[in-house]
């Protein structure tokens, strides 16, 4: 068996369709939203990977810190011969836990992007020569089969990317990852923390003005593949403390009255001075509020683990 496969569940047109799909209904709805997996094209996952340098982003700094010093604690926990990764793009946060897992035999890496999961996978069997790779494409969102490995598996969620999901398209997701699990299986999962609201703002709104050209990058994503007429600089970015849900809101603000035009979709959307596009939600959250959602999918919260700041948190559950 070769060390690296890669299995498509997604057909050819799935990204071109689930775009044409999202900015249908994002555009049409009130308030106009688009999803924030529409930033990550070659540009924006630079501009992303910009982002996690900056001085006031510190999620993923906070994040590789836990993984640092707790990945022999959870290769103790978890023994995993089987370490499935949600969302894997490069891959790069995860190769410290690759590193400490001892009985790993096989990574399987989700993610949409082909290339990111080709480049990542032979870079990882080149570090660590042994491992079997199997990469799949596949919308993790969806319903999702894993290939046949050896257990126990450990599924990964990292980077704080579950607070993108509302509570109820959240809820939905974790029991699917319940489906998943059999008895032995685990759930690492990482999560932002509630914390200072000007703390979380500056996160998303840094001086440089790196994240608002990340934000506006979506327009550019929707000019190019749907032939839509953006102006990205007609709009200004903007991000906002919500208290009662506990999120921030990335937005995209009018700065003028505006008809922008999508033709592939046959659509003219009127913007008013001033009016939102709401491009991502992050929510944060707190330990017992975690637990409580682990608990309603059928997971047992077993470890929490936070950076030395108590910013972010990694924690581990099991099947109940």
């Not at 208290?243 to 003028?256: H, N, Y």
């Amino acid at each position: 068996m070769s060390p690296f496969l890669l299995t498509r569940t997604l057909p050819e047109d799935a990204t071109e369709a689930a775009l044409r799909a999202d900015v249908l209904r994002g555009l049409t709805g009130t308030p106009k939203t688009l999803p924030p997996k529409w930033f990550y094209d070659a540009r924006g996952s630079d501009l992303f990977e910009r982002i996690t340098e900056l001085p006031e982003y510190y999620p993923t700094r906070a994040e590789r810190e836990i993984l640092v010093d707790r990945s022999a604690e959870i290769r103790e926990a978890t023994r995993a011969r089987t370490l499935v990764e949600l969302g894997s793009g490069s891959s790069e946060k995860t190769r410290h836990l690759i590193a400490a897992l001892t009985d790993l035999h096989t990574y399987v890496p989700v993610d949409v992007s082909e290339s990111a999961l080709t480049q990542a996978g032979h870079a990882l069997i080149a570090e660590r020569p042994g491992l079997h790779v199997h990469a799949l494409i596949a919308d993790f969102t969806a319903a999702l089969a894993l290939p046949t490995t050896p257990g126990p598996r450990l599924v990964a969620f990292l980077g704080g990317t579950i607070g993108n999901l509302p509570p109820v398209e959240r809820a939905a997701f974790l029991a699917s990852i319940r489906a998943l699990l059999s008895p032995g299986d685990a759930l690492l999962l990482g999560t932002d923390l509630v914390k200072d609201e000007a703390v979380l703002v500056r996160a998303y709104d840094d001086a440089a003005g790196v994240t608002a050209a990340f934000d506006k990058n979506v327009l550019t994503v929707v000019n190019r593949e749907l032939g839509a007429d953006f102006d990205p600089e007609a709009f200004d970015h903007v991000a906002l403390w919500d208290a009662d849900r506990e999120w921030i809101e990335m937005r995209l603000r009018s700065r003028a009255d505006q008809t922008v035009k999508v033709p592939a979709l046959g659509l003219a959307v009127e913007f008013a001075a001033g009016e939102e596009l709401r491009t991502e939600i992050s929510a944060k959250f707190r330990k017992d509020g975690v637990s409580a959602e682990l608990d309603a999918a059928g997971l047992e919260l077993a470890h929490w683990w936070t950076d030395s700041e108590g910013r972010f948190a990694l924690s581990l559950s099991t099947c109940r």
